[in-house]
């Protein structure tokens, strides 16, 4: 439709996994310029972009707008709270971006066509008030992440070894998510316990947030790999 109509296009909020199976299919085309936006760096949900190529992406505006919701007791409130409070409205899933409570609000990326009726009907997640309006994307709105360094040592590099490190649980029980499904890397479920990471390789583990390989090291003494991780809290 780009290439056809010379216009700027656009498809999600995506997944993770949606970002990557585009991204391997996407071969490049001669005439029209593509990127991800999410409202801010490392944005999990994003949104596709394709302009022609005679544009600047810097001057291409994503379709994203931030919301700030704010009210007394919203520090109490979690995710999920605020991602059923705006479903509860009828909206669907793929026009909400990443959400971001903090203590004093929270932060949710939405597609433009969305907000005006999010304004308008959101009143209420759960028992409190509350109180809603549009930020603009060049506000320094994000929290800076919290991460934790992780060192340690491990027979291989395996998905079931290095996970086994991150979550500090047994490695039968990090096999056990790997096998349930519930372990990606680079966006991708992986199922096989002896797939081998990579330094810069993003792992997430549903229910337990991420984790980035920052470096696999030599051997220790013992011959095992020196790893060292960081958990996103």
Same mark, same amino acid.
């Given at each position: ?7 700027? &296009? $656009? ?9 990557? %199976? ?8 001669? @005439?029209? &310029?593509? !990127?991800?936006?999410? /409202? ?5 949900? #994003? *949104? !596709? ?6 544009? @600047?992406? @810097? +001057? ?11 009210? $007394? ?7 999920? +709270?605020? =991602?059923?409070?705006?479903? /509860?409205?009828? *909206?669907?899933?793929?026009?909400? /971006? ?20 999010? $304004? ?14 549009? %930020?603009? %994307? ?12 992780? !060192?340690? #040592? ?17 490695? #039968?029980?990090?096999?056990?998510? *790997? ?13 096989? #316990? ?17 984790? &980035? ?8 003494? &013992? ?9 996103? =809290?």
């Amino acid at each position: 439709m780009c290439l056809k109509q010379r216009t700027v &296009k $656009s498809v999600g909020f995506l997944t993770p996994a949606e970002r990557s %199976l585009i991204m391997t299919n996407l071969h490049g085309e001669a @005439d029209v &310029k593509t !990127f991800f936006a999410g /409202g801010y760096e490392d944005a999990e949900r #994003t *949104i !596709f972009m394709c302009c022609p190529d005679f544009m @600047d992406t @810097d +001057d291409v505006l994503p379709p994203i707008v931030p919301v700030e919701i704010t009210g $007394s007791g919203i520090g109490a409130l979690s995710h999920r +709270d605020f =991602l059923g409070s705006v479903l /509860g409205l009828g *909206i669907k899933r793929e026009v909400i /971006g990443d959400i971001l409570p903090m203590e004093d609000r929270c932060i949710m990326f939405v597609h433009e066509n969305i907000y005006e009726y999010i $304004s308008a009907n959101l009143e209420r997640i759960g028992k409190y008030r509350v109180n809603v309006r549009a %930020l603009d %994307l060049s506000e320094n709105i994000t929290p800076s992440r919290e991460v934790k360094e992780i !060192f340690g #040592t491990v027979a291989s590099p395996r998905i079931d070894a290095v996970l086994s490190l991150a979550l500090g649980v047994s490695r #039968t029980n990090a096999a056990e998510l *790997i096998k349930a499904g519930r372990v990606f890397v680079n966006w991708k479920t992986v199922l096989k #316990t002896d797939f081998e990471l990579k330094a810069e390789d993003m792992i997430s583990a549903r229910g337990f947030g991420r984790i &980035k390989v920052a470096e696999v090291g030599g051997l220790s003494r &013992k011959g095992r790999f020196k790893i060292t991780l960081e958990r996103y =809290l």
